[in-house]
């Protein structure tokens, strides 16, 4: 789940070397924070969230795949 989230968001960003993805294992369910350069906060979170949910709905998807719970955090 690292992977992809680390691949869509340097897809989307001007920096792709400030991105980091940092995986941390809580009460069962596993949590993704994402850290980009702040002049790339907003494409990666996109007019009203759109991307950011969509960043979500993809990795919730593969995420029910291995029957997981993935949350994606953005800062």
């Known amino acids: ?17 400030e991105v980091t993805v940092t995986e941390t294992e809580k ?8 850290k980009v350069a702040p ?4 494409k990666v979170i996109g007019k009203q969230g759109r991307i950011a949910k969509a960043i979500r709905s993809v990795v ?6 291995e029957e997981k719970k993935v949350v994606v955090e953005i800062q």
Request: charged share 30%.
């Open 1 to 17: 789940m690292k992977e992809l989230v680390e691949v869509m968001a340097k897809a989307l960003v001007e920096h792709p070397e």
């Open 39 to 42: 002049s790339d906060m907003g």
């Open 60 to 65: 919730k998807a593969a995420a029910s795949k």
């Open 27 to 34: 009460n069962g369910e596993t949590i993704l924070e994402l």
